[in-house]
């Protein structure tokens, strides 16, 4: 797909500095650029190389005053990062704007589906499933019966959604995500086996989420696993059943929250971070990568460790931990003084 100067700079608002007319084919780094790509400057240490790049068009900020002489047609807006990113959101648009039912694929009867719709090959959609407009699910993957999907709903290939799973509007679920898949539910039974505890509950996922590939989100035993709007998910991420977790927190890639765990909005918790069930995270709360949480957390906490403490004490006592040799030398070296005393 070409786009051109013009083109670009009406989608940002921007102020066009050069050729209206040259067109882009690509993305790159400010760096890397070459004829044809589209780049952006936006940390001040890359400024050096706008003077060299290949790139043919450079989106920049509008208190960008060039030194040099430049050969990259400028597009001058508020914010260059920010505007970049509306590029590659809008240029995924359009890459991703497939519509039509592909064959081979089963759409049960009872089903509905809306307009501009897209269901590629060997997908499959359950009985009673209710799917928005322009709704994207992409081949291999499953729909299950009485499953909501809102609009602009991307499903990519290979992803599970189960019976019963309610998506909100521009949700995106990656591939092998898995949606509604059983909680780890099982009662001990006296000779010391496990007898399964029916899981009847259901996930919601509110508008505006995000799941990342190879994510896992259970249903609930009874009522429902709920993520808020605008919840963002990394990959490889296990939610147990009856998880919630609050508006526009984001979570990194292998953690795992245990069953009835709450957690607030706008947290932001590390890769590999452990949650025990049944407690409650606050607001805003950060988690360092690599903790064990096995506590409440207050609203605005930054803890790190495993189990996990303060974050500005858990760097004081790593100053000590990290000299333990050196202290425990230090007091043999006393012992033995004190001993010849």
Do not use: W
């Amino acid at each position: 797909m070409k786009f051109t100067a013009g083109q670009i700079a009406g989608i940002l608002e921007g102020e066009l500095e050069g050729n209206p007319n040259i067109a882009v084919d690509k993305l790159a780094k400010i760096e890397e650029g070459e004829q044809g790509s589209l780049t952006f400057l936006a940390n001040p240490k890359y400024t050096p190389h706008i003077y060299t790049t290949k790139s043919s068009v450079t989106i920049v900020n509008k208190d960008f005053v060039a030194e040099h002489q430049l050969t990259t047609t400028l597009i001058k807006v508020d914010d260059a990062y920010e505007s970049f990113s509306k590029i590659l959101a809008y240029y995924n648009q359009v890459k991703n704007n497939k519509v039509g039912i592909e064959s081979p694929s089963y759409i049960a009867a009872s089903s509905t589906y809306g307009s501009d719709c897209y269901v590629g090959a060997f997908a499959y959609i359950g009985e009673n499933t209710k799917i928005g407009n322009q709704v994207k699910i992409y081949p291999n993957a499953y729909v299950g019966d009485n499953v909501i999907l809102g609009n602009n709903v991307i499903v990519f290939a290979g992803a599970k959604i189960y019976s019963e799973s309610v998506i909100g509007n521009n949700c995106v679920i990656h591939s092998g995500a898995i949606v509604g898949s059983d909680g780890f539910g099982f009662a001990p039974k006296a000779n010391g086996e496990f007898t399964k505890i029916p899981q009847t509950g259901n996930v919601i996922l509110e508008d505006n989420v995000d799941v990342g590939a190879g994510t896992t989100i259970d249903r609930a035993t009874l009522g429902s696993t709920i993520l808020r709007k605008g919840v963002k998910l990394d990959n490889q991420i296990q939610i147990a059943h009856n998880v919630e977790i609050g508006a526009h927190t984001v979570i990194a890639a292998q953690t795992g929250i245990a069953g009835s765990a709450k957690i607030g909005s706008h947290c932001m918790i590390g890769g590999q971070v452990g949650i025990v069930g049944h407690i409650t995270i606050g607001n805003g709360v950060r988690i360092q990568a690599q903790s064990g949480i096995g506590r409440n957390i207050k609203d605005g906490e930054i803890i790190q460790g495993s189990p996990a403490i303060n974050y500005g004490d858990f760097n004081k006592s790593y100053v000590h931990f990290k000299n333990l040799p050196k202290i425990v030398n230090r007091i043999n070296e006393l012992e033995k003084k004190i001993g010849r005393e």
